[in-house]
C-alpha cells in the first residue's frame, strides 16, 4: 500500500479545531493556527511528526 503524501484542505475543513489526516487527528492550532477560506486547496504535507501547509505562492505555482 503507497502511502499518503499529502491531503487537500477542504471548505468543511475552514473553521474545526481538529484536522484528520495521515491516520489521526490533529489539532489545527499546531500547523496553521486557524483555517480560512482563502487555505481550501492547499496542501498539507506530513514532514516527520509535524504537518506542513504549502503557501500561496506553491498553491498558484501547482495549479498554473
Do not use: G, K, N
Given at each position: 500500500m503507497q502511502k499518503q503524501k499529502y491531503v487537500?484542505?477542504?471548505?468543511?475543513?475552514?473553521g474545526k479545531a481538529l484536522?484528520?489526516?495521515f491516520g489521526r487527528q490533529?489539532?489545527?492550532s499546531s500547523f496553521i493556527g486557524w483555517i480560512m477560506p482563502?487555505?481550501?486547496g492547499k496542501r498539507?504535507?506530513?514532514?516527520g511528526e509535524i504537518l506542513?501547509?504549502?503557501n500561496e505562492a506553491q498553491k498558484a505555482k501547482r495549479n498554473t
Open positions: 487537500e484542505i477542504e471548505a468543511r475543513h475552514v484536522f484528520e489526516a490533529w489539532p489545527v482563502q487555505d481550501v498539507v504535507y506530513l514532514i506542513q501547509v504549502e
